[in-house]
């Protein structure tokens, strides 16, 4: 059998995506087969989470954005999303030292004023604190919709079309891509969605236009380093057209090679 680093080094020697989404379901579902509470589900869950990151840094992503918390997900039984904010609390003290140290930074997005204040003052101060670095950009999809996303963007072009600001006319993609919560971020080259479950349930909507979309049977809790390794994988099998035909496709692809 293959080991990790060798794994991780032929994933490594091929093309990579520069940006992967990764929909992390499963916990529930992972801990009531083991006839455990569903918290347990979500703390085995972000144990996943520093795998995965810490092999997404080894290969090379640029980044990596994890939803985490729907907007949807406040209408979970109140003892479960009090339970998530303590992990996620927990997550980010934990990990500060590791992400600061492997130049790491974090990043968030969603309605994050709706998170408790006793999460949301380590994570506005590990965001700081990580603002300068380089290597790759950890985003946190937290109290976040694709849909509440483009209301947001939406609002806020209206608004500057209301002040005379901007022209109608002069609204572009680009603009949608830099008034969006992602401004800033690559291109999102692939969605992963774990547990079986197939669609993108309000996640990366606009971002996701073009992404291409890995499912996997796998419930997060057991997803590791492996298997993410698996889905880069299966991206680098792909041939991504946008739009093109094949014809026009190869020559492209050839001379990127």
């Known amino acids: 059998m293959e080991s990790l680093v060798d794994l991780e080094s032929r994933v490594k020697s091929r093309p990579l995506p520069q940006h992967i989404g990764i929909i992390m379901d499963g916990n529930g579902r992972w801990a009531e087969s083991r006839k455990l509470p569903r918290l347990e589900g979500h703390r085995e869950g972000s144990t996943s989470v520093q795998e995965v990151t810490r092999s997404a840094r080894r290969l090379g992503l640029k980044a990596l954005t994890l939803y985490a ?16 904010m303590d992990l996620l609390r927990e997550y980010l003290l934990k990990e500060r030292t590791e992400i600061l140290e492997n130049d790491i930074k974090l990043n968030a997005i969603g309605e994050l004023e709706k998170l408790p204040r006793y999460v949301r003052e380590p994570l506005d101060a590990l965001r700081e604190e990580s603002a300068s670095n380089r290597s790759m950009v950890l985003t946190l999809a937290l109290s976040y919709g694709g849909r509440e996303e ?13 002040a005379g600001n901007l022209e109608p006319q002069a609204v572009s993609e680009a603009l949608v891509d830099a008034t ?15 547990s079986g479950e197939r669609r993108l349930s309000n996640f990366l909507l606009w971002q996701s236009a073009y992404a291409e979309l890995y499912f996997t049977e796998t419930l997060w809790p057991d997803f590791r380093a492996q298997q993410l390794c698996e889905a880069v994988g299966a991206f680098q099998q792909r041939e991504r057209r946008f739009g093109l035909t094949q014809a026009q496709v190869t020559p492209i692809r050839l001379a990127g090679t």
Do not use: C, H, K, Y
Not at 73 to 84: C, H, I, Y
Not at 150 to 162: N, P, Q, S
């Open 69 to 84: 918390f729907s907007a949807q997900n406040w209408s979970r039984p109140a003892d479960e999303v009090a339970g998530l």
């Open 180 to 194: 969006l919560w992602t401004a800033g971020l690559p291109p999102v080259d692939l969605v992963v969605r774990t």
């Open 150 to 162: 483009l209301v947001a963007m939406a609002r806020r072009i209206a608004e500057e079309v209301r």
